[in-house]
C-alpha cells in the first residue's frame, strides 16, 4: 500500500489531494484547495511578481501539511498558467526548493484527465471534457482508453469580456467562442450521445441538479436559471462555494455548447479526473513511487 501525494498547479485553484494506493484501488485520504485565481496574476504573458509570491506561500502551507501527512512520494504539477507564461523558467527556479514541478502539455493534460474519469465512469466509446480555470480539453474514448484529445484556451477565466463579477452578462459570446475553437471534425468521434464532464465546476453542477447525469434538456434548463443569478445567490440556492459559483454558470454554457456541437444526449460528471489519472499511471500502471 502506497501513499502518494498530488499538488496541482491550476488556473483557478492549488490543490494538495494525498491518496491511499492499494493494487489497483485509489482512495482520497486528504485534501486541500486554494482560490488562487493565478491567472488573474498574468500581465504581457508574464506572471507577475505578486502571482509567484502567493503561489510560494500556498506551496510553503502544503509542505508544511505533508510533513505531517508523510507521503511515499509526491507529484507536483502544473497546468494552463504555468504553460502559457513567458517566464516560467524563471518562475519554476522560485519554487523549485518546495517542488519540482513538472508543466503538462495541454495534450497531456486532457489525457490523464481522461484516464483518472474512466476509472469512475465506464465508457467504451464516447467523448470527455475537462473545463479548469484556463483551458478546456476534450478527449475522445476508444476501447475504453483516451484515444486522441485536444487543449483549447476556454477555461472558466478565459470569458472575461463576457462576465462581469462573477455574472454572465453575454452567454451567447460564450457560445460562439467556444463554437469558434472547437472543431468535431478534428476527431473521429464527432458525434456521440453521451458526453463525460471533468472539473470542480462540473462537479458543482451535481450538486446542483442533484444528479450524476443530466440529459440535455434538463441542463439548459439549469444554465438558463445560473445564466439569470449572481454568484451569491447560486451559493444561497444551491450550497456551493462562493468561488465555485463565479465559475458554474461559465461551465455550465460551455458544457450545453459541446453537447450541441458534438450531438450529445446526456452529460455524466465525473468525480476523478486530472490528479487520479496521475496517480493511476505513476503507480498502478509503472509501478513509480
Not at 484556463?134 to 472558466?156: D, Q, R, V
Amino acid at each position: 500500500m502506497k501513499k502518494v501525494a498530488v499538488v496541482d498547479i491550476g488556473s483557478n485553484t492549488v490543490k494538495l489531494f494525498v491518496y491511499q494506493v492499494k493494487g489497483e484501488k485509489i482512495k482520497k485520504i486528504y485534501s486541500e484547495s486554494i482560490y488562487l485565481r493565478l491567472l488573474n496574476f498574468v500581465e504581457g504573458k508574464r506572471l507577475k511578481k505578486e502571482g509567484v509570491e502567493k503561489l510560494r506561500l500556498v506551496l510553503e502551507s502544503f509542505r508544511e501539511s505533508l510533513k505531517e501527512v508523510k507521503p511515499d512520494c509526491t507529484i507536483a504539477v502544473g497546468t494552463y498558467t504555468l504553460r502559457v507564461i513567458e517566464n516560467r523558467k524563471e518562475v519554476l527556479e522560485a519554487i523549485e526548493d518546495l517542488f519540482k514541478v513538472k508543466v503538462l502539455s495541454g495534450e497531456e493534460e486532457a489525457y490523464y484527465s481522461a484516464l483518472g474519469a474512466l476509472l469512475d465512469v465506464k465508457l467504451k466509446e464516447g467523448l470527455l471534457f475537462d473545463i479548469g480555470g484556463g483551458s478546456l480539453e476534450i478527449c475522445e474514448i476508444k476501447g475504453g482508453k483516451p484515444n486522441f484529445c485536444k487543449s483549447y484556451p476556454l477555461g472558466t477565466l478565459e470569458f472575461k469580456e463576457a462576465v462581469r463579477e462573477g455574472r454572465v452578462e453575454d452567454p451567447i459570446r460564450i457560445r460562439w467562442k467556444v463554437r469558434h475553437y472547437v472543431n468535431p471534425y478534428d476527431f473521429s468521434i464527432y458525434e456521440s450521445d453521451k458526453l463525460v464532464g471533468v472539473g470542480g465546476s462540473i462537479r458543482a453542477l451535481k450538486k446542483i441538479s442533484g444528479k450524476k447525469r443530466i440529459k440535455k434538456k434538463q441542463l439548459k434548463e439549469i444554465t438558463g436559471r445560473l445564466t439569470k443569478m449572481s454568484p451569491e445567490e447560486i451559493s444561497k440556492a444551491f450550497g456551493v462555494s462562493i468561488k465555485r459559483a463565479q465559475t458554474v454558470a461559465v461551465a455550465s454554457i460551455v458544457a450545453l455548447e459541446l453537447m450541441d456541437i458534438f450531438k450529445c444526449k446526456e452529460l455524466i460528471i465525473s468525480k476523478y479526473g486530472l490528479r487520479e489519472g496521475l496517480v493511476y499511471e505513476t503507480v498502478v500502471l509503472k509501478g513509480e513511487c
